[in-house]
């Protein structure tokens, strides 16, 4: 290898290395709020209690994800971040949910409008330390 050329070859398996050390979120942000029962009918299952998972950790979409009813079915990893009230967000605290509802057209009227995503009593109450009507989330498809 040619003298010139081995600072630039130095240079980038540096930056390689480097890059390697810092982990990327492909994640989105967004806001989620609560609702609680009743839950049915839906707008993705109607009446199917089946449609629930059993750990009680599903959610309804905001239109934002919504998606003209595709995100039905969907599974999303999501992650408390912030909220008006310090101390509310559980820390290291992330939930899985099922995407079972459309929010705006809910059974029940979720605690703050207009939010990404809307989740039940149970997720909501997996993420959060206290009551709040609405949280700053991180989420992710999977």
Same mark, same amino acid.
């Given at each position: 290898m040619q003298t010139h050329q081995r600072p630039v070859f130095?240079?980038?398996?540096?930056?390689?290395?480097?890059?390697?050390?810092?982990?990327?979120?492909h994640a989105d942000v967004g806001t989620a709020a609560q609702?609680?029962?009743?839950?049915?009918?839906?707008a993705c299952y109607g009446d199917d209690q089946t449609q629930f998972p059993s750990s009680n950790l599903f959610a309804a979409a905001g239109?934002?994800?919504?998606?003209n009813g595709a995100?039905?079915?969907?599974?999303?990893l999501v992650r408390c971040i912030s909220a008006s009230q310090p101390g509310t967000c559980a820390p290291d605290q992330t939930i899985q949910v099922k995407i079972v509802d459309y929010a705006p057209t809910a059974?029940?009227?979720?605690?703050? =409008? +207009?939010? /990404?995503?809307? =989740? +039940?009593? /149970?997720?909501?109450?997996?993420? /959060?330390?206290?009551a709040a009507d609405s949280i700053?989330?991180?989420?992710?498809q999977v």
């Open positions: 130095q240079l980038v398996s540096y930056l390689l290395i480097l890059s390697q050390l810092f982990c990327f979120s609702y609680s029962p009743p839950y049915l009918p839906t239109d934002g994800i919504w998606d995100s039905c079915g969907r599974q999303y059974q029940s009227s979720p605690s703050t =409008l +207009s939010t /990404t995503i809307v =989740l +039940s009593e /149970t997720a909501f109450g997996g993420i /959060t330390n206290m700053n989330i991180e989420f992710q």
